[in-house]
């Protein structure tokens, strides 16, 4: 085959599944590290979207950041 060419094969999602799964594992390692890139912004994207809440003010945040640092000021004084 010369350089540059190309084959177009259609698979089902079966049969693709079929093939990964006669891969060595050395080669399945490096295909799920492509995937983990190519999928990075969409799976970062959809975390931030399920994180995002308009639920919480930002005096509600300061709120419990000023508790959590007391309680670990408080907690530290005893272990003297």
């Not at 693709?16 to 799976?43: A, G, M, P, V, Y």
């Not at 005096?59 to 000021?73: A, G, K, L, N, W």
Request: charged content about 30%; hydrophobic content about 35%; overall charge negative.
């Amino acid at each position: 085959m010369k350089s540059g060419a190309s084959i177009n094969i259609k698979l089902d999602k079966f049969q693709l599944i079929n093939l990964i799964s006669q891969l060595e594992i050395s080669d399945k390692i490096e295909l799920l590290d492509i995937l983990r890139q190519s999928t990075f912004l969409t799976r970062f994207q959809n975390l931030l979207r399920e994180l995002k809440t308009d639920d919480l003010t930002f005096d509600e945040i300061t709120q419990e950041v000023d508790r959590v640092r007391q309680s670990r000021y408080n907690s530290g004084k005893h272990n003297d």
